[in-house]
């Protein structure tokens, strides 16, 4: 239930929502869930040093230009070793040369198909980024501070390398340039962990069963965090525990997103689901094993499901490129709130996609056994023993 009341949040990553005893439950599901994330979830040291490593950086290399944290590091959703996503963001946008997400407050999606022109016309982009990012990489040679530093050429050029004042704490970190979608998308799932303290346990335990399973990496063809994230979200919107927030926040409606520096303005959400972790994990797992993955969209815009041919008619890269864009939606189709093209283009290989549909649903067969929890998030016995939950009482191992 949306309430008439807007709440003000610092842009503080590791400043959780609160979650309730009966939310988090008591089956060992919701313990192992719970525990995973009180373990694993990014602390505000980490944080703060990660601050400081940006802040290293503006003044080493990038005195002229703004440089964001972005992605798990900064959404709410972060482990504590999660590596750091940063945007480059160069030059200003221009009067004559508006940017996608600037044309989104004017237009109507269906308008934005006839203008993909203008959208690579956002002064940043006409630079060249690995240009940028290689002259980076050759400043970066005379400091010890940068290990292996590494430009990859790909659709979004990718500056990798690991930062390491102390050899006690290493940060490996990937910058790009200009990736304002990114960005806003940052500020987007960090919004949704304030709606309900649910989010973000669901989300981390997620990830991180994916990544025991195998199926979380973009570069094998499988899901990315983010592809994750947003269905993660997407099945709370079904569920109620969360809104769509592109219907409340004329930030995210608009696709500019908050101002930095600003403070994220959010509507107070009451859930009338009282599901517990455990009940929500389930099924997230039982939701996705039985779906269309192949003919339907998921829209966390929209908070729901679109056909495929939905999400295709919406993607204002189609009549750009039409081959190579259409084939983006093959597999796994899953809507970017804001770009409107399709996350989840990397499972592009029908093994990996088999692998990923397999996953869920034997994932889905194995949470019902005994020690089935422990195995799909790789948690050791001792992690389930004395763990002290969040309303102070102690449990025992889980039967």
Not at 112 to 128: E, G, T
Not at 169 to 189: A, D, K, R
């Amino acid at each position: 239930m949306v309430l008439d009341i807007v709440e003000a949040y610092d842009w503080d990553p590791t400043s959780y929502t609160p979650i309730t005893g009966r939310q988090v439950g008591s089956d060992s599901v919701s313990i192992a869930i719970a525990r995973l994330w009180k373990k694993k979830r990014q602390q505000s040291r980490t944080y703060a040093n990660k601050l400081k490593m940006k802040e290293f950086l503006e003044t080493d290399l990038f005195s002229d230009y703004k440089l964001s944290i972005t992605g798990s590091s900064a959404n709410g959703y972060g482990f504590n070793d999660s590596d750091v996503d940063m945007c480059l963001q160069v030059g200003e946008p221009t009067t004559q040369t508006p940017n996608l997400t600037l044309m989104m407050t004017r237009v109507c999606i269906s308008d934005l198909r006839n203008l993909f022109q203008l959208r690579n016309s956002f002064s940043p982009l006409v630079c060249d980024p690995c240009k940028i990012l290689r002259n980076l990489r050759t400043q970066m040679a005379g400091n010890k501070v940068y290990k292996r530093p590494i430009v990859i050429a790909a659709i979004c050029p990718l500056l990798t390398f690991t930062y390491e004042r102390s050899r006690h704490s290493p940060m490996s970190v990937e910058i790009n340039v200009n990736s304002q979608v990114g960005i806003v998308n940052t500020q987007f799932l960090y919004a949704y962990s304030r709606m309900d303290g649910r989010v973000a346990p669901l989300v981390g335990a997620c990830k991180r069963w994916a990544t025991i399973m195998g199926i979380k990496d973009a570069h094998k063809s499988t899901l990315s965090s983010y592809s994750l994230t947003l269905m993660v979200i997407n099945y709370l919107q079904q569920q109620e525990v969360v809104p769509v927030l592109h219907n409340l926040v004329p930030e995210f409606e608009s696709g500019l997103g908050f101002k930095g520096g600003d403070r994220l303005i959010l509507p107070r959400y009451a859930s009338t689901n009282s599901q517990n972790l455990g009940t929500l994990f389930k099924g997230f797992l039982a939701y996705f094993s039985a779906f269309d993955f192949e003919n339907i969209c998921i829209s966390v815009r929209e908070g729901r499901t679109l056909t495929k041919q939905e999400g295709i008619d919406q993607d204002p890269d189609i009549p750009h490129n039409n081959h190579s864009s259409r084939a983006d939606w093959k597999f796994i189709n899953i809507q970017e709130p804001f770009n409107l093209t399709n996350t989840a283009r990397a499972v592009y290989q029908p093994k990996a996609f088999r692998k990923v549909r397999d996953v869920f649903k034997i994932s889905h067969q194995t949470i019902n056994q005994r020690g089935g929890i422990e195995h799909l998030l790789g948690l050791s016995e001792s992690d389930m023993i004395g763990w002290k939950r969040t309303d102070g009482r102690e449990s025992e191992k889980p039967s």
